[in-house]
């Protein structure tokens, strides 16, 4: 099965392949079996070109412009995870935000599948201004809803309409991302991108810090500070280049990947499942990937603290981030162990984070029900300081689960296609899970069982993790994984 044009957008984060294929931006005939007749390797033709002067050697300068597609996610998705940190988005009644989510996650499950085919017609700096438009629309709804109460349903079809813009934005970001670097600036270039996006969760609970300090409610001016910089979100696409006429460091040109339509996208998570079944082990950990937010963010932060502790638990808990993803990746690229141990290591580390956090919440979590949480806990009283080290931890566990899974799908196949159906999967089910706790959490379904639901989720993840690791990680990955 041959495909012309470079292939899917998705991501492959978790590949450390060195070869070029599908999805990095370069325009060739490529044969998913790896092979062309007898066993000659298809091999691209490049045509390399000068290098840009003055001026427009530093705006076409495909560095300058990933600085331009990390501040414009900072804007828009980075503070959508600062706001849903907060608890109910910042809210005293959690029940709108978490209704809102349920809408967000299930369109954005179903957009992420036409998203790719929208892309192709309207090219990625338009598809990811328009994507961006949603942020803005959920923000300023929260604004609106601040000021007239009854206005949730609106905040609900903002959260609808911002599951599609989410799927347009991120499928943008992925064929920008893998079309600017050369193959080996792909780590350089992801890394200054999700560097900037972080910050915007980070920058984002320090704004909704200093300004609600002394309140007992998020003011109106943290969400107008959060919509006008969303406004200036949707702006920046309109200043990045024409990736057409952006030229990369080794003189090639950058070609942005074409995404197969749905069909395609359909075909291809069938076909995979087909050829590589023990992904299906990977699904509960991909179930529960955002599973853990509607405990952590609404019935534990949301739930017990008042605004301005909510605030700064948000900052740590994003900064936390930071810590728990390098610390991890450490040990998951440690070339002195064998990627086996590597693997191993990755999932005891995991199982260990998952008991100690549950176990620590679960003394604090029996203490309290939905009927009992009107006495909020401030930073200046006793039991704030080992609630906010649970919520340190919380956040530690959250990023050492999302790398891990990258790196287990990583580690299973350096064939871009496949890893890009291995990413299908993963966002799916990730977004299908978190429709469904959110949804649960709008009806009002008791703390603890939500609670006991996340730790039994996360420990099943695992547990089923278990025997993909043993059968399919390898020292190296084999020619039969390689490709679709």
């Avoid at 290098?51 to 996610?73: A, E, M, S, T």
């Avoid at 909510?310 to 981030?321: D, G």
Wanted: charged share 15%; proline share 3%.
């Amino acid at each position: 099965m041959s495909i012309t044009a470079s292939g899917s957008g998705a991501s492959a984060q978790g590949s450390n392949s060195s070869r070029v294929g599908p999805g990095y931006g370069y325009e060739y005939e490529y044969d998913y079996r790896g092979r062309d007749g007898d066993g000659a390797s298809a091999v691209p033709s490049v045509e390399t070109h000068a290098q840009y002067r003055g001026f427009k050697g530093v705006y076409y300068n495909p560095v300058v412009q990933v600085f331009f597609l990390g501040f414009v996610c900072f804007m828009g998705p980075g503070l959508f995870n600062a706001l849903t940190g907060l608890g109910g988005g910042g809210q005293l009644d959690a029940t709108t935000n978490s209704n809102a989510n349920s809408a967000l996650y299930a369109t954005f499950a179903v957009a992420a599948f036409f998203a790719g085919s929208i892309n192709n017609v309207l090219g990625s700096r338009l598809t990811l201004l328009i994507g961006s438009t949603g942020y803005m629309l959920y923000i300023g709804s929260y604004l609106a809803y601040n000021i007239h109460p009854d206005l949730g349903g609106f905040v609900i079809g903002a959260g609808a309409v911002l599951g599609i813009c989410a799927g347009l934005l991120w499928t943008a970001q992925g064929s920008l991302m893998l079309a600017y670097p050369t193959e080996n600036q792909k780590g350089k270039f992801i890394g200054i991108f999700w560097s900037i996006f972080n910050l915007g969760g980070v920058v984002g609970a320090a704004v909704s810090l200093g300004n609600n300090f002394d309140n007992t409610v998020l003011s109106n001016g943290t969400y107008i500070g959060f919509l006008v910089l969303t406004g200036i979100g949707v702006l920046i696409p309109l200043l990045m280049a024409d990736p057409r006429k952006m030229i990369r460091s080794d003189g090639t040109r950058v070609i942005t990947p074409r995404h197969p339509s749905w069909r395609t996208e359909f075909y291809g998570l069938w076909y995979t499942l087909r050829t590589d079944p023990w992904i299906v082990l990977l699904f509960p950990m991909f179930f529960a990937s955002n599973w853990f937010y509607t405990w952590q963010f609404s019935d534990f932060n949301g739930a017990l603290f008042t605004i301005r502790a909510r605030a700064l638990n948000n900052l740590v808990y994003w900064l936390s981030q930071i810590v728990g993803s390098v610390s991890i990746g450490f040990l998951l690229d440690q070339r002195g162990l064998s990627r086996r141990f590597r693997a191993f290591s990755g999932w005891c580390v995991l199982m260990v984070m998952v008991f100690v956090v549950h176990i620590w919440a679960f003394f604090y979590q029996r203490d309290y029900t939905r009927a009992t949480v009107d006495d909020k806990i401030d930073i200046h009283e006793k039991p704030y300081v080992s609630r906010l080290w649970l919520y340190i931890f919380c956040g530690l566990l959250d990023a050492m689960w999302q790398t891990t899974a990258y790196w287990f799908m990583g580690a299973m196949s350096n064939d871009p296609a496949k890893l890009a159906n291995f990413s299908g999967f993963y966002k799916s089910l990730q977004s299908a899970g978190a429709a469904g706790i959110w949804r649960a959490d709008g009806v009002k379904l008791p703390y603890m069982n939500i609670f006991i639901s996340t730790w039994v989720l996360l420990v099943a993840g695992l547990v089923f993790a278990l025997p993909m690791i043993h059968m399919r990680v390898k020292e190296t990955t084999e020619e039969a994984d390689e490709t679709l």
